[in-house]
């Protein structure tokens, strides 16, 4: 079974910088793309980047590829997401997914997702 | 970006047929695919590539479109699919989702 168990969401104030972590199981981590997306409380889904296998190439969204970094540890099955300089607009729900075993990467849907972790920025 | 528009909401009886729209700023090939995300949960994929069911969704759910202009429908509607239905295209970078849908049941 795939599991996806985000962490590290919190309050933090603006300017600060937090790391999340995704620790992934039930699928051969270092096999896939993985990815961020996150939601704002009643908004709408965004992609926020994406690494690929080996952690040698990220991409991200072009708002976000400035704050933003994307590392992984396949020894340890973990997706990380560092924050920097946040501000009240990154206020939202994280989410990791890997993608899609039968796609393509650079075209790929999300088939599992974990629970996400809630990251509020306020002072 | 490729903007994906959707409608805000819509409202359906149990039992009646439902289409949810979603219209790309540009051309997205057939890399269009749907989610449902019900309250407090994470999204749940039902179609991708415009037409192809996800693993495990009924087939009730079905997908169609090309160009600009998908379609995700739900036939019989029931209770359990009050959620809201968000389109995601992955042709263009930086992969978008539309607003999303809220959909409600009478």
Known sequence: EVKLVESGGGLLKPGSSL????????????NYWMHWVRQAPGKGLEWIG??????????????????????????????????????ADDTATYFCTPSAPTAKAAISWFVYWGQGTLVTVSS | DAVLTQSPALAVSPGERVSISCRASEGV??????????????????????????????????????????????????????????????????????????????
């Open chain 1, 19 to 30: 790391k999340l972590s995704c620790v992934a199981s039930g699928f051969t981590f270092s």
């Open chain 1, 50 to 87: 994406e690494i690929d296998y080996d952690g040698t190439e990220t991409n991200f969204a072009p708002s976000l590829k400035d704050r933003f970094t994307i590392s992984r540890d396949n020894a340890k099955n973990t997706l990380y997401l560092q924050m920097s300089s946040v501000r």
């Open chain 2, 29 to 106: 090939n057939s890399y269009v695919h749907w989610y449902q995300q019900k309250a407090g949960q994470q999204p749940k994929l039902l179609i991708y590539k415009t037409s192809n069911l996800a693993s495990g969704v009924p087939a009730r759910f079905s997908g169609s479109g090309s160009g600009t202009d998908f379609t995700l429908t739900i036939d019989p509607v029931e209770a359990d699919d009050t959620a809201t239905y968000f389109c995601q295209q992955t042709w263009n970078d930086p992969r978008t989702f539309g607003g999303g849908t809220k959909l409600e049941l009478k």
